[in-house]
């Protein structure tokens, strides 16, 4: 069984941890991110190549998904499933792995009046333990880099 289905069907987060915290070892791949507010929703777009392989936060709520373009295999706790554009399907709460097959456009879509960004993420995503420690991490380092250059 490939890593990604494990992950998945193990369900088991301490997993997915260590998969997200490898990956933030790694260098990044680009997936510009949009955002698109109207009265009680939010659209967060994001765009992401072929071959990325993506550990989205752990979502607290049901919300709507719209796959525009392209086509990726998702793992969840459910199971494993390859899907492509166009599609409308509701996510559960929880996290998902995702390998991007063709470069793809995708929408996760909120009930929500909040527009500020932080408050925002706090109010539908919990960011893993790896990850707020690696950003941490990543701040302090920049901040020492900037006080050695001066700035």
């Not at 069907?9 to 510009?32: F, H, N, S, T, Y």
């Amino acid at each position: 069984m490939n890593t990604l289905a494990q992950a998945a069907r193990d369900d088991d987060a301490e997993k997915i941890e260590r998969l997200e915290g490898a990956m933030l070892a790694l260098p990044q791949v680009d997936c510009p991110i949009d955002h698109f507010f109207a009265s009680g929703v939010y659209v967060r777009q994001m765009s992401a190549p072929a071959g990325t392989l993506i550990v989205g936060h752990e979502h607290r709520f049901e919300h709507v998904c719209i796959l525009l373009k392209g086509s990726m295999t998702i793992a969840t706790p459910e199971g494993v499933k390859t899907v492509s554009a166009p599609l409308t399907f509701i996510a559960p709460p929880g996290r998902k792995v995702a390998l991007v097959l063709e470069d793809i456009v995708f929408q996760n879509i909120h009930a929500t009046d909040e527009r500020d960004l932080d408050k925002l993420e706090e109010q539908i995503v919990i960011k893993s333990d790896i990850h707020n420690e690696t950003h941490a991490l990543l701040e302090r380092l920049r901040v020492h880099e900037l006080s050695d250059r001066g700035a």
